[in-house]
Nanobody, 115 residues
Framework: QVQLVESGGGLVQPGGSLRLSCAVS????????TGWYRQAPGKQRELVAT???????KYADFAKGRFTISRDNAKNLVYLQMNSLKPEDTAVYYC?????????WGQGTQVTVSS
């Protein structure tokens, strides 16, 4: 059974930081690219960042310079370090694993940026 379990979300003040984690099981991790997406209320889900098993990264424009995606291939973990958070970063953040025709999602973790 494939599982992607996110953690690390919560309430943070503007300008603060959070580190999201995603624990992946049930797949051969090194065969999958992984990523983070987010969905704000009333909006479509959007890409935040992706990383291949070889470490090649891609970021949405809003994430460049503030967010950093990384992964630990030995522990089947994916991280998203988020700095300088803004109220508009408020959303549910989802972990994704993509390999060939296989596309898996976690249940999401809420990030709320508010004073």
């Amino acid at each position: 059974q494939v599982q992607l379990v996110e953690s690390g979300g919560g309430l943070v003040q503007p300008g603060g930081s959070l580190r999201l984690s995603c624990a992946v099981s049930g797949i051969i991790f090194r065969f999958y690219a992984t990523g983070w997406y987010r969905q704000a209320p009333g909006k479509q889900r959007e890409l935040v960042a992706t990383i291949t098993s070889g470490g090649i990264t891609k970021y949405a424009d809003f994430a460049k310079g503030r967010f950093t995606i990384s992964r630990d291939n030995a522990k089947n973990l994916v991280y998203l370090q988020m700095n300088s958070l803004k109220p508009e970063d408020t959303a549910v953040y989802y972990c994704n694993a993509l390999g060939g025709s296989h596309d898996y999602w976690g249940q999401g973790t809420q990030v709320t940026v508010s004073s």
